[in-house]
Every structure is written in C-alpha cells, then in structure tokens.
Nanobody, 126 residues
Framework: QVQLVESGGGLVQPGGSLRLACAIS??????IGWFRQAPGKEREGVSC????????DYADSVKGRFTISRDNAKNTVYLQMNSLQPSDTAVYYC?????????????????????WGQGTQVTVSS
C-alpha cells in the first residue's frame, strides 16, 4: 500500500521554526517534493530531494530559510523551516516523483508526482 504521511505542521509565530516530516512506504520513487497551497492561491513547489545523489532544489522564496533532508533508515524526508513568515502559511504536501529527471529534481508539479500525502497545515501568525 502506497503511503505518504506528513506530520509536523502547526501554529508558529513569525521568526519561528517547524520541521515537517514525510514518511514514505509502499513505492519506489526518484525524488520527493514539498509543495504548498495557501488559501486562494495555486499550489507551488517549495523544495525537492533526489534520492540517488541527494541533490536538492528550493523555491527562491524559501532559499536560505528551509532545508530538505532525508533519513534513509526511516524512509522519511524532512523539511526544516526556519525564520518563518506569515507568507509561509499554507497546507504543505509531500509528493513522490516517479519520473527519472535528467539531473537533480524538480519543484515544478508534473504528472510524475503521482503520489501525494494528505497535507499538513502550517500557520505563521502572532
């Protein structure tokens, strides 16, 4: 059974930190992407991690603040989010990319992102 289960969301004050986790089971994949969707906005890519070589990518809006990593033993991908801002408020989703990209990974949503988690709410507010 394919499962992607996110956890770690919550309410945090501006400038605070959260660590999201995406636990994956039941499938083979080439990369994990984190996406987010704020109310009234389209879903956007945040970060990604390519399993084979650990390469990563980030949206410009989160570079220097967010860090993606993977625990191989737990088959879990983390998104460490620091210096959070109200504009980071959104539902965060992880997705398994089942397409092998020429290099690296992609934060552009595609048909390759076949499997998705249920999402976890992140709210940044004072």
């Amino acid at each position: 059974q394919v499962q992607l289960v996110e956890s770690g969301g919550g309410l945090v004050q501006p400038g605070g930190s959260l660590r999201l986790a995406c636990a994956i089971s039941g499938l083979d994949y080439y990369a994990i992407g984190w996406f987010r969707q704020a109310p009234g906005k389209e879903r956007e890519g945040v970060s990604c991690f390519r399993i084979s070589n650990g390469s990563t990518d980030y949206a410009d809006s989160v570079k220097g603040r967010f860090t993606i990593s993977r625990d191989n033993a737990k088959n879990t991908v983390y998104l460490q989010m620091n210096s959070l801002q109200p504009s980071d408020t959104a539902v965060y989703y992880c997705a398994a990319d089942t397409w092998l990209r020429p290099r690296g990974c992609t934060i552009i949503q595609s048909n390759g992102h076949k499997y998705w988690g249920q999402g976890t709410q992140v709210t940044v507010s004072s």
